[in-house]
């Protein structure tokens, strides 16, 4: 069983920064794209930035551009989410995502992941 674990959230002025991290555990052969969403209330769960499995590649929403970057550390399973310059529209919950192909006793399994989800909230 893979989880993802979120860490980082919190509450923080305009004009501040956040990163945000999100480790995978358990049995891991390896992992793909990783990303973050975000919720806002009442809404459906957005892409803010997206990674591919070597790093090359990241995507970003037009909201975020210039201000967030993705990063990851195949070493620790690990993707993080640095958020810089937030405003209070960054509020929001923020979930992690991963494709994850895991060690089984029958050989390996594929499936798309999430966090359980972290508060950001930028207010003054």
């Known amino acids: 069983q893979v989880q993802l674990v979120e860490s980082g959230g919190g509450l923080v002025q305009p004009g501040e920064s956040l990163r945000l991290s999100c480790a995978a555990a358990?049995?891991?052969?390896?992992?793909?794209?990783m990303g973050w969403y975000r919720q806002y209330p009442g809404k459906q769960r957005e892409l803010v930035a997206s990674?591919?499995?070597?790093?090359?590649?990241?995507h970003y929403a037009d909201s975020v551009k210039g201000r967030f970057t993705i990063s990851r550390d195949n070493a620790k399973n690990t993707v993080y989410l640095q958020m810089n310059s937030l405003k209070p529209e960054d509020t929001a919950v923020y979930y992690c995502?991963?494709?994850?192909?895991?060690?089984?006793?029958?050989?390996?399994?594929?499936?798309?992941?999430w966090g359980q989800g972290i508060q950001v909230t930028v207010s003054s």
């Open positions: 995502n991963a494709d994850v192909v895991a060690r089984v006793t029958f050989g390996r399994i594929r499936s798309v992941l």
């Open positions: 358990g049995s891991i052969f390896s992992i793909n794209d």
């Open positions: 990674i591919t499995s070597g790093g090359g590649t990241s």
